[in-house]
């Protein structure tokens, strides 16, 4: 994620950041400028045509079309924007449940073995998270206090891990029944969490719906040129490339922020939020 100060409009304007679609758009950009002078040099100077009512009501067309996909573009654009901050509320509940789990851990005056195996799990519960969801092999430092199996969830290792310390804790009488149950609860609401994340991240918008807004984004600004060339000319050039970065910028920005789990330059912290619980548990245990 992107640390930036949002008052700051010089940056914004005049600065081509790394996570602009203009980087992405641009060769797509030229060809569509390309096609705009092609089209109006052939209606204006080969075929020399007139602005007749067939081209008039192209124009048309383009009008109404144009409040059409504005509608389809906001609606993707708020239906990506709220797995997003779906995604943000998980990990902030994430970080919540690892301080309230770690202070509870605390306040029992366990032994310092004990101790040191929850310093341990309830960070690497959310590193664990975080490669699994961007689907990669977790290798945790001092993993001998922890055993995975790499082909495995490994998350669900981790919390089940914890699940059985504390088992094993009742057993040895270092907590109570009622003092199980409460813990206990505070695992659960990790595994909670991995399901609400993997909801996210394996349930893109559909299909077809994706496909369709990209097909009619390009259509519509391919035909441009033809019912508009009357009136602007070969200003075109300029126009419609503008209007496809415009159009195709709102559909990259919603596909890029639907997975916010990623490396993306507009995802998530997560990385910044891993460590911050790393860091947090280790202050209340140490």
């Known amino acids: 994620m992107i640390n930036y100060n949002p008052k700051d409009w010089f940056t914004f304007i005049f600065h081509i950041h790394k996570a602009d679609t203009f980087r992405k758009l641009w060769p797509l950009m030229l060809s569509v400028a390309a096609f705009s002078g092609l089209v109006s040099f052939l209606e204006l100077n080969i075929f020399k045509l007139s602005k007749s009512d067939y081209v008039s009501n192209i124009g048309m067309m383009h009008s109404l079309l144009g409040f059409v996909i504005s509608m389809l573009l906001v609606f993707r654009t708020n239906t990506s924007y709220d797995r997003w901050w779906d995604g943000r509320k998980l990990l902030g509940g994430l970080t919540n449940v690892s301080r309230n789990f770690a202070m509870k851990i605390k306040a029992l005056k366990l032994p310092e073995e004990d101790l040191k195996f929850f310093e341990y799990g309830i960070p690497k519960y959310a590193f664990a998270l975080k490669e699994h969801l961007r689907e990669k092999k977790y290798f945790?430092?001092?993993?001998?206090?922890?055993?995975?199996?790499?082909?495995?969830?490994?998350?669900?290792?981790i919390a089940s891990s914890m699940i059985s310390r504390l088992y094993e804790l009742l057993e040895r009488g270092l907590i109570s029944q009622e003092q199980l149950i409460v813990l206990t609860n505070d695992v659960n609401q990790f595994t909670d969490i991995c399901g609400g994340c993997e909801r996210i991240k394996n349930t893109p918008i559909p299909f077809s719906y994706?496909?369709?807004?990209?097909?009619?984004?390009?259509?519509?600004?391919?035909?441009?040129?033809?019912?508009?060339?009357?009136s602007l000319g070969y200003y075109l050039v300029l126009i419609v490339p503008f209007i496809l970065y415009v159009l195709a910028s709102l559909e990259l920005i919603a596909e890029e922020i639907e997975d916010p789990f990623g490396q993306d330059a507009n995802d998530l912290p997560v990385d910044q939020i891993c460590a911050n619980i790393e860091k947090h548990v280790e202050e209340i245990l140490s």
């Open 140 to 157: 945790g430092k001092n993993s001998f206090l922890i055993e995975v199996e790499e082909h495995k969830h490994i998350p669900n290792q």
């Open 210 to 230: 994706s496909v369709f807004i990209k097909k009619f984004i390009f259509v519509y600004v391919l035909t441009i040129p033809i019912g508009w060339v009357f």
